[in-house]
């Protein structure tokens, strides 16, 4: 009896091992973004990988240096244990990250690591491997850190300061990362919870845009006359080559190959400007017939420009309940609860010279008709102008002194609107109302001085305060009547992204692109492709 009691007691330990193994593989990413990831014990190492290898490898492999500090932070870790082999020669991850490292043109990367031909020997010719053993290692290591960087974080973020470009994300954990893919390697293949979940939808248009590129048939459309605009029931050769163009786009099932301007193509312009950011109708002006006329290349660098962005954003953004994102280029606002659109709207943002920053926060309260407090850069370089002209400006736009700097007071003409939403930003950025209403009529929207002017500012609010008992549809009609400043502290934040993506990808898998208003996608694109194997 004492036996058989002893032999359920072991039993039941071994099936205890086993779930609780199978419970950190599935919880790993989890594990991951929580910064709470198990450490992972590697088997006995075959070799010791101590500074002083660690200092002679990169010392005779200068173009991997920039990589030096990330490797040594890898097997202070694992207590200079190798990573990449144990006593029966290279783990299997090793071999996965490797054909990782070989497919990233499907990830929009084109970058080089160097060395690569070394890397390449150890796991194609066993024969002509002449490589230490802490040589491969330290290769490996350098190939990982190469990879998660390219992936997972992008390009240097020092390197994005340079353009003046706000980077709002934080420092990967490469050795937290490796933990998990040590764990369960196979996160390489479904790693869609470890970027923002916009870039596998890019990736996967990437593939079909490629796949348009080698059928070559993005053929150039005619414009007979800067003048000439199209109109339903017209016949011209031009027609039948945008009918051609949008049966490639999907904006039309097939092509019919008629040249007149039938129902059919009717309802392919409209979804084509949709995807554009043009305003709906059916007329077909030179504009349009310029923006299909843009190169294929141009579109596939475009993708690969905004893949770039996403890696930029916390991918958790879009896992919590409720979250607010805006899209610069395409002028719009997006309020998502439960992963439904619960709020769009058009909004202006920031002109050239005070553009608009892309930045994460979470909005923390709501200011019904609030005071504007006129930034001085402001005063000086408009409103003091502007007084000398006219004696009575400040009294026509109800702006009065306080404490020796301008402000507007609350009211309907108040350059804020009736109410703001307020986050917390080292720019000093908010969104807002506006009395400007007529500027949403317009397809190019970019007026502000960097703050985002929001046309269903009060939809907004209501939202946000509609499960508040202390702030009914009544209280919110008496703040907004524009006599007194009044703040509501939210219960709850919402997040919010201030992005800027000039390619975007809805959930069926239709691709918008928008004007690179301020000039940033060529830009990205020279880091994106820099060879840096140099």
């Known amino acids: 009896m004492k036996n058989f009691v002893l032999s359920i007691a072991v039993l039941l330990f071994s099936f205890s091992l086993v779930y609780a193994h ?15 990831l198990p450490t992972h014990k590697t088997k006995n190492s075959f070799v010791k990988i101590d500074s002083t290898i660690i200092y002679r490898f990169f010392k005779t492999h200068p173009k991997l240096k920039k990589y030096k500090s990330d490797v040594i932070a890898l097997y202070r870790k694992r207590n200079h244990n190798a990573i990449w082999h144990d006593h029966e020669g290279l783990i299997e991850f090793a071999n996965l990250l490797y054909s990782k490292v070989n497919l990233l043109e499907e990830e929009g990367l084109k970058s080089r690591l160097a060395y690569k031909d070394k890397i390449d020997v150890i796991f194609s010719d066993a024969s002509a491997n002449n490589l230490t053993q802490t040589d491969a ?101 031009t027609i039948g080559q945008i009918r051609q163009r949008l049966a490639i786009t999907g904006d039309l099932k097939a092509d019919s190959k008629s040249n007149v301007y039938d129902s059919e193509l009717m309802a392919g312009i409209v979804n084509y400007k949709k995807r554009n950011g043009f305003n709906i109708d059916y007329l077909i002006a030179s504009k349009h017939i310029h923006r299909m006329n843009i190169p294929i290349e141009k579109h596939i660098k475009t993708i690969i420009a905004n893949m770039e962005r ?4 916390d991918p958790a953004l879009t896992k919590t309940e409720e979250y607010i994102i805006i899209n610069i280029p395409s002028y719009r606002f997006f309020f998502k609860k439960n992963g439904q659109n619960e709020l769009e709207s058009k909004v202006f943002v920031g002109k050239n010279m005070t553009e608009t920053v892309v930045l994460s926060s979470s909005i923390s309260k709501i200011v019904f008709s609030p005071y504007w407090n006129i930034p001085k850069s ?23 002194w306080n404490k020796g700097n301008a402000r507007q007071k609350p009211g309907p003409k108040n350059s804020l609107g009736l109410v703001k939403f307020v986050f917390p930003n080292s720019e000093d950025i908010y969104l807002h109302d506006t009395p400007s209403k007529d500027l949403f009529q317009y397809e190019y929207r970019a007026y502000s001085h960097g703050c985002i002017n929001l046309e269903k500012a009060k939809e907004l609010a209501l939202l946000l305060l509609k499960d508040d008992p202390d702030w009914p549809i009544e209280r919110i009609n008496e703040a907004m009547k524009g006599e007194k400043e009044t703040v509501c502290i939210l219960k709850k934040k919402i997040p919010i992204h201030i992005g800027y993506f000039t390619a975007w990808v809805n959930d069926s898998g239709e691709i918008s692109f928008y004007n690179d208003i301020y000039l940033r996608d060529d830009r990205l694109a020279e880091l994106l492709f820099a060879d840096d194997s140099k």
């Open 137 to 237: 290692e330290l290769l490996l290591s350098s190939m990982y850190v190469f990879y998660a960087k390219k992936v997972y974080d992008g390009i240097d973020s020092e390197k994005v300061k340079e353009m003046g470009w706000f980077l709002p994300r934080k420092k990967l954990s490469y050795e937290n990362l490796l933990d998990s893919l040590l764990v369960d390697p196979q996160i390489l293949d479904k790693n869609e919870e470890q970027l923002f979940s916009q870039y596998y939808k890019l990736r996967d248009v990437l593939k079909r845009y490629r796949q348009i590129e080698k059928n070559g048939d993005w053929n150039p459309i005619a414009i007979d006359s800067l003048d000439k605009i199209y109109k339903p029931n017209d016949s011209a050769k």
């Open 378 to 400: 402001i005063i000086e370089n408009e409103i003091k102008d502007a007084m000398a002209l006219d004696e009575n400006y400040l009294a026509k736009h109800n702006i009065e």
């Open 310 to 313: 996403c890696r930029w954003i």
């Open 22 to 36: 199978r419970n950190k593989s599935k919880t790993g990413i989890e594990l991951f973004f929580a910064k709470t």
